[in-house]
């Protein structure tokens, strides 16, 4: 008897097994699918074996992060984004201010009050609507939820502010015009407040937000058909008092009132679902013991979302039968495609990466997967610009699936995730739709597998 390598590249849907182990007894024939296994496949023969490629289902499931740090973020996110398959995305901005240009010259003359935002360049949803943004009082300090995480705000929380905004104004959005930036009058009153506290306040070590507790932007009016974000710092983002003084000649004097710091500033953030039995099994909090709801629950789809912390989870069931095949040869690549859901997406509103990591049992990222230059992987993604039918994202799995079957004991209840890039997923509302391995040859997501074969020959 001799050994000899023969190599050989079969693309395999969803979780590809190798009829060789059928032969094996592996698995037994039927008419149909038994235990995810798609029966009948194409026979590949040479004059030394005969192989028969057959298929059973990757599953996707929907997993969620309880919560999600958005303060130091340096972002206000502000509206409404609708999402087709996903929901409606929707955020709100608290921020704490604090004050030091000094007081002003008792020769001063009040003049306005106005906020100054500047573009970050984000954006979703229509901009080309005009759009309607409001600024509240909080009638609430800022102060942290978690005593171990002073200063840490998380996109679940918020402060109550006063029912009428000391601020409003009507807009045409230009979130990508270089340098933009929007001003717009806040009301008399509270400016008078705000020259009464500025004169007089700073000399007996009063705060301004001992008085002005904080500000809230708001973008809920229902014409509203985008979701904007603006830029915040120590030096973007603020309030600006107007004044002036006369002598010879009138001299025009402007102070700022700063945001009190990037830790001081976050994100409110929801997503109201579009599947109606999805959000009911969230909201009655029905998901399996770990924490997962499967595709099978939500239109054969899973779902990723920034901000509101949802991920999709990637298992491969039958992966055990696939461990028996170590001993009759070797799979040298394997790819992973993604799709996004039919009719959930527009292709200019996908997301530019996803991100791939390992997750254990009870769904806790134990590292994100990078390439040679260390760099995160964050998918392939190809547009299908044609017919808007073969547009996936793909991950090369390799280094996955041969840890899975030669640690399989170890490893067998460990699974992948499809997340947001951690740079994008506590300050954004990026989100997609996942077709799962359930759905239709043509529309789900799958795995390909290129494999090398050890045959026995007789001399």
């Keep these: 008897m001799k050994m000899y390598m023969r190599k050989k590249w079969l693309e395999v849907f969803a979780g590809v097994f190798l009829s060789g182990l059928m032969m094996t007894g592996g698995f037994g024939c039927s008419s149909g699918d038994q235990d995810g296994v798609d029966v009948g496949g194409q026979f590949i023969e040479s004059s030394t074996y005969a192989e028969m490629i057959d298929s059973v289902s990757i599953r996707f499931s929907t997993i969620r992060v309880d919560s999600i740090q958005t303060s130091g973020m340096g972002v206000a996110l502000v509206g409404t984004h609708l999402q087709p398959g996903v929901g409606t995305s929707s955020a709100h901005s608290y921020m704490a201010m604090t004050y030091s240009a000094g007081i002003p010259d008792e020769k001063e003359i009040f003049d306005s009050l106005t906020m100054v935002l500047k573009y970050s360049g984000y954006c979703k949803g229509d901009t080309m609507q005009p759009f309607i943004l409001d600024v509240y009082r909080m009638n609430e300090m800022f102060e942290s939820k978690n005593a171990d995480r002073t200063n840490y705000y998380f996109n679940n929380q918020s402060f109550t502010h006063d029912t009428d ?26 400016g008078q407040e705000v020259w009464s506290f500025i004169n007089t306040k ?106 509101t912390g949802f991920q999709t989870r990637v298992d491969i069931p039958y992966l055990e039968r696939l461990v028996a095949f170590k001993d009759m040869g070797r799979f040298v690549k394997a790819v992973l495609y993604v799709r996004p859901a039919e009719g959930t997406y527009e292709l200019n509103n996908l997301p530019s990466a996803i991100s791939i990591g390992l997750l254990n049992k009870v769904n806790g990222v134990e590292q994100y997967y990078t390439d040679a230059n260390k760099k995160t992987l964050t998918g ?5 610009g044609a017919e808007n039918v073969n547009t996936y994202y793909s991950y090369d799995v390799t280094s996955y699936l041969n840890t899975m079957l030669a640690n399989y004991e170890y490893y067998k209840d460990y699974g992948l995730v499809l997340t947001i890039p951690s740079e994008s997923f506590n300050s954004s509302v990026d989100g997609i739709a996942f077709a799962g391995g359930s759905l239709g040859r043509n529309s789900r997501s799958f795995i390909k597998l290129f494999y090398y074969s050890y045959d026995q020959e007789r001399r």
């Design 165 to 190: 905004p000391v601020g409003s104004h009507a807009f045409w959005p230009q979130p990508n015009v270089g340098k933009k930036i929007v001003e717009f009058r806040l009301s008399d009153d509270l």
């Design 202 to 307: 700073p000399t007996e070590g009063t705060t301004i937000d001992d008085i002005f507790k904080g500000f809230v932007l708001k973008g809920d009016h229902p014409d509203n058909k985008a979701l904007l974000g603006f830029s915040m710092s120590d030096t973007l983002g603020y309030i600006k008092v107007y004044s002036h003084k006369v002598g010879s000649e009138i001299q025009e004097i402007s102070r700022r009132i700063t945001l009190k710091g990037t830790s001081y500033q976050f994100n409110h953030i929801d997503l109201e679902l579009e599947n109606s039995q999805l959000a009911g099994k969230i909201e009655s909090g029905e998901w399996t013991e770990l924490n997962r709801l499967d595709e099978a629950d939500n239109l054969g789809m899973s779902l990723t979302h920034a901000g």
């Design 380 to 384: 392939n993604l190809v547009k299908d």
